[in-house]
């Protein structure tokens, strides 16, 4: 679960859409590929938000990612 949320753009490219999320979130594209679930202090510390904030983030919906093109 990442912090900040990134909608994919309906004909979007996975490439261009993962690139917004790892900018979005202060990560490299590598970082969000390499690591699905990283640790709490990990997060708080890439995204400056504490970690029981960034438990009460939703994550990223299964509908939303159906909309980004491979």
């Known amino acids: 679960m990442l912090p900040r949320r990134v909608s994919p753009v309906s004909g979007e490219t996975l ?11 202060h990560l490299t594209v590598s970082e969000i590929l390499a690591d699905p679930h990283p640790d709490p202090p990990a997060r708080a510390a890439r995204s400056g938000l504490p970690p029981p904030a960034l438990d009460a983030l939703p994550g990223l919906a299964d509908p939303d990612i159906r909309h980004a093109c491979l």
Request: proline share 0%.
């Open 15 to 25: 490439t261009s859409y993962l690139t917004r999320l790892a900018t979005a979130n």
